[in-house]
């Protein structure tokens, strides 16, 4: 599977937008990318993916390189319940939508 | 508001007892996946199904882990005997295999003393 790396802890003001980054130098042609993230005490929860086009929905906005190497992952306004970790994560179908979690990065939100 | 149920949420044994974890994946779903989460493994896929088939199990110890779903509405994840060391959360998603989003539920907390 291939891997991605990311900072394993990052810290926000509220109201203020929040830029995640995410490397995936050996992303294969069919891989998409995949942001999960965990709430305290919750299940992993889907926030958005993304295969080459820069992608938005209503949590957030996720910006892909151009040679697909790395990805942002954007929280426009960030709020005390975006407090969680962030997973970026490399999945095909042809793996069978497979998702390998890492370490995330860890968002602290301040007030 | 359709969800992933899973039950038990708490489950607490001796090692040496059998486990049984139920999930319900959300309705009309055909894949279903069991992670474990634990703080020094992270999440960790044990086993996923589609259609209600074992397609890879290769993150399960064969030993004492066995997941099955008897129906559509319906995954188990048995352990027996149990170990300490099965410790952990364990969750359950589903989804759609042509689609990319998986849904998980709220999780079993296993402690296993």
């Known amino acids: 599977d291939a891997k991605t790396t990311q900072p394993n802890s990052m810290e926000s003001n509220e109201e203020e937008p929040v830029h995640l980054p995410c490397n995936h130098s050996?992303?294969?042609?069919?891989?998409?990318i995949h942001w999960y993230r965990q709430l305290p005490s919750q299940g992993p929860e889907y926030v958005i993916h993304?295969?080459?086009s820069n992608v938005n929905n209503r949590m957030a906005s996720l910006a892909i390189a151009e040679d697909r190497k790395s990805s942002t992952l954007i929280l426009h306004r960030a709020t005390l319940r975006d407090a969680a970790v962030y997973y970026c994560i490399l999945s095909s179908q042809a793996a069978g939508n497979k998702l390998t979690f890492g370490g995330g990065t860890r968002v602290l939100v301040k007030p | 508001d359709a969800r992933v149920t899973q039950t038990p949420r708490h489950k607490v044994t001796e090692m040496g007892q059998e486990v049984t974890m139920r999930c319900q994946p959300i309705l009309g779903h055909n894949t279903v996946f069991w992670y474990r989460q634990t703080m020094m493994q992270g999440l960790e896929l044990l086993a996923y199904f589609r259609n209600r088939a074992p397609l890879d199990d290769s993150g399960m110890p064969k030993d004492r882990f066995s997941a099955e779903m008897p129906d559509a509405t319906l995954a188990t994840l048995k352990i027996q005997p149990s170990e300490p060391r099965d410790s952990a959360v364990y969750f359950c998603a589903s989804g759609f295999s042509q689609d990319n989003e998986q849904f998980f539920g709220p999780g079993t907390r296993l402690t296993v003393l």
């Open positions: 050996t992303i294969s042609g069919t891989d998409y």
């Open positions: 993304g295969l080459t």
